[in-house]
């Protein structure tokens, strides 16, 4: 079976705020919000035992903190077991709820390459390069903390009806740190409508796309990668499954926002022309110096950022700087970059394009504002 929803999930004892904190690749470019969660976390939170990409230059130094933080958790009962699945209910501070279910999967069914035909497959490119530092942390601990994200095409609503329709025990409740809103947990022991439910979905995929298909990775698809690589080359009892959170991509509280490039350069005059030179299309776009300036971009979405990408990752390889991948129209703005404002994908348009297609560019998309990501809070036993 693709899910298992009687398998063992850990949870955090106590509070759930003075543990959960947000994925770790969000904020990436902002140190300040990662140190502010270090001075008012307690110990033995979720934030020891991840490495925020803003500090991958201290990769080394950090994880030996990770191991020794996993290591006291393990010997101060940070969690207790439950055996079953977590229905989660997320309220984000920006008025929308959406609701989850975390459970695992089998990696016998998830495939990140291009052309995959797994039924749980990539919806964007997977860059391997960033797997090696969280093999590191995932081989060196003998849990997993995961905020994957699978998305599912269930129009119909058939599996939050079978959540509705299922006993469940309240587990936590609470508010999050840094501006995550409002969390809620609850597990269902009894799991018979949850598999009926997944059966049904898988057909009604095929019949509609012409391919068996569960589910799309929406968010933290390096990760599911990363476990996906330490099954093939370090497998242990545990470790051929992966703990996920599985939503409806039709949930109201799930929303697609456009992700846009923020580029470093000391001659934003240079990097327009340049760009004007180098990417054509039928469709206007808006580079930010931080004044706009108007340009030319291909009418398809999807091309459209193939085309800026391979622009920057050129500029930036000849003339320095780096590319930043932000929200909202705001960040486009800051002196000695230049923003490029992108179109976003619509969540309808999702799975027929990447069944058609293959998988969309790296940030093609993002679910919702960075303070509406998953935030780590169950675990798994993978050793």
């Given at each position: ?5 009687d398998?063992?999930i850990?949870?955090?004892?106590g ?55 996993a ?47 797994a ?23 003998d ?9 599912v095409d ?12 299922s ?13 995550g809103g409002?969390?809620?947990?609850e ?7 949850l598999?009926?439910?997944?059966d ?24 599911l ?12 009892p ?9 939503i ?15 580029v ?5 005059a240079?990097f ?23 340009v ?10 193939k ?27 800051r ?27 790296k ?21």
């Amino acid at each position: 079976m693709v899910v298992d929803f009687d398998d063992e999930i850990l949870v955090p004892r106590g509070e759930v705020g003075d543990f959960a904190v947000i994925a770790c690749d969000q904020f990436s470019s902002d140190r300040e919000y990662w140190k502010k969660l270090e001075k008012t976390l307690p110990p033995l939170s979720a934030l020891d035992v991840i490495l925020p990409e803003c500090f991958l230059d201290e990769s080394d130094a950090r994880l030996l903190k990770i191991k020794s933080a996993a290591a006291e958790m393990a010997a101060k009962n940070r969690f207790y077991a439950v055996r079953g699945t977590v229905a989660v209910t997320r309220t984000t501070e920006y008025g929308r709820t959406r609701r989850g279910i975390v459970a695992s999967v089998n990696l016998d069914d998830y495939d990140y390459k291009p052309d995959s035909a797994a039924p749980i497959r990539a919806s964007e490119r997977t860059i391997e390069e960033r797997i090696p530092p969280r093999v590191k942390i995932r081989e060196s601990i003998d849990i997993e903390l995961p905020h994957i994200l699978l998305l599912v095409d269930d129009a119909d609503g058939i599996l939050a009806r079978a959540v509705a329709e299922s006993p469940k025990t309240a587990l936590y409740d609470g508010a999050l740190a840094g501006g995550g809103g409002h969390i809620k947990g609850e597990l269902i022991t009894e799991a018979s409508a949850l598999y009926k439910a997944v059966d049904v979905l898988i057909k009604q995929t095929s019949e509609k796309f012409g391919t068996e298909l569960f589910a799309l990775v929406g968010d933290g698809n390096h990760s599911l990668a990363t476990a996906k690589y330490c099954r093939d080359h370090n497998p242990t009892p545990l470790n051929g499954k992966a703990l996920v959170e599985i939503i409806n991509i039709y949930d109201d509280g799930l929303v697609f926002e456009p992700i846009h490039r923020l580029v470093e350069t000391d001659d934003p005059a240079m990097f327009t022309d340049s760009f004007k030179s180098a990417v054509k299309g039928d469709a206007s776009a808006t580079l930010y110096l931080p004044e706009p300036v108007e340009v030319r971009v291909p009418s398809d979405k999807i091309e459209a950022i193939k085309a800026v990408d391979k622009f920057c990752e050129t500029y930036v390889k000849h003339f320095g700087g780096y590319v930043e991948y932000v929200h909202g129209g705001s960040a486009l703005r800051r002196n000695g970059h230049v923003g490029i404002e992108l179109r976003g994908i619509e969540k309808s348009e999702l799975f027929g394009y990447v069944i058609k297609n293959g998988v969309l560019p790296k940030k093609t998309f993002s679910l919702g504002e960075a303070e509406e990501k998953r935030f780590y809070v169950e675990a798994r036993k993978i050793k």
